[in-house]
């Protein structure tokens, strides 16, 4: 079935430096969507990725999703402890299809 | 008031039990979904109700039943509970199908050991 893979499974990084994780798939999306998972917690949405190019920002998280459709990014400027977490990315419509998710792991 | 809610939070069973999570959502959703998340927290869908319809069922193993008596519930039963059976599982719920984008709301989650 369709996959997204998801890249680094695995991140760390000091407090103040930026992260990036990546979400890659071999056929064109109609839209990606983003979420979060603080450890021990739940999923909860971050945001919704439709237009071709897109480009939207929360404070210090910017995504983005690719010209063709087929890649999106999240990027973290200036971590802080309270980034830590797995974060996924999510494609699919009837049925959402979670990536393997990047764990993201903060030295303060 | 939680959106979504699940009971119980932590289960702690023998193996070859038969147990059963339950799940409300006050959202007003029409779609419903249990999710299955590993030690590697990878997360896979297992089954998704719309308006108490079965539409999507994963290869689940059929000791495995979901049973939605309305649209806000959704709940779990396991049969013959096996040690790989030990996971967290999620409920979540969604506006409905036809809806662009689909956004999941989840439950907290409940903690299943299998010992």
């Known amino acids: 079935g369709q996959q997204v893979m998801q890249i680094p499974q695995y991140q760390h990084v000091q407090e103040g430096e930026d992260f990036t994780t990546y979400c890659n798939s071999s056929?064109?999306?109609?839209?990606i969507q983003w979420y979060k998972q603080r450890p021990g917690g739940h999923p909860v949405f971050l945001i919704q990725?439709?237009?071709?190019?897109e480009v939207k920002k929360q404070k210090r998280l910017t995504f983005q999703f690719g010209e063709a459709k087929k890649n999106s990014s999240l990027h973290i400027t200036a971590t802080q402890t309270t980034d830590v977490g797995t974060y996924f990315c999510?494609?699919?419509?009837?049925?959402?299809?979670f990536g393997q998710g990047t764990r993201l792991t903060i030295n303060p | 008031d939680t959106a979504v809610s699940q009971t119980p939070k932590y289960l702690v069973t023998q193996m070859g039990n038969d147990k059963s999570i339950k799940c409300e959502q006050n959202?007003?959703?029409?779609?419903m979904y249990w999710y299955k998340q590993d030690s590697k927290k990878f997360l896979k869908i297992m089954f998704s109700?719309?308006?108490?319809?079965?539409?999507i069922n994963e290869t689940v193993p059929n000791r495995f039943s979901p049973k939605s008596p309305d649209k806000a519930h959704l709940n779990l039963h396991i049969n013959s509970l096996e040690l790989g059976d030990s996971a967290v599982y999620f409920c979540?719920?969604?506006?409905?199908?036809?809806?662009?984008?689909?956004?999941?709301?989840f439950g907290e989650g409940s903690w299943l050991t299998v010992v």
């Open positions: 979540a719920s969604s506006l409905g199908l036809s809806h662009s984008g689909n956004t999941i709301y």
């Open positions: 056929t064109t999306l109609s839209n």
């Open positions: 990725l439709v237009k071709s190019g």
């Open positions: 999510v494609q699919g419509a009837q049925k959402l299809v």
């Open positions: 959202l007003g959703h029409d779609t």
């Open positions: 109700y719309n308006n108490k319809e079965l539409i």
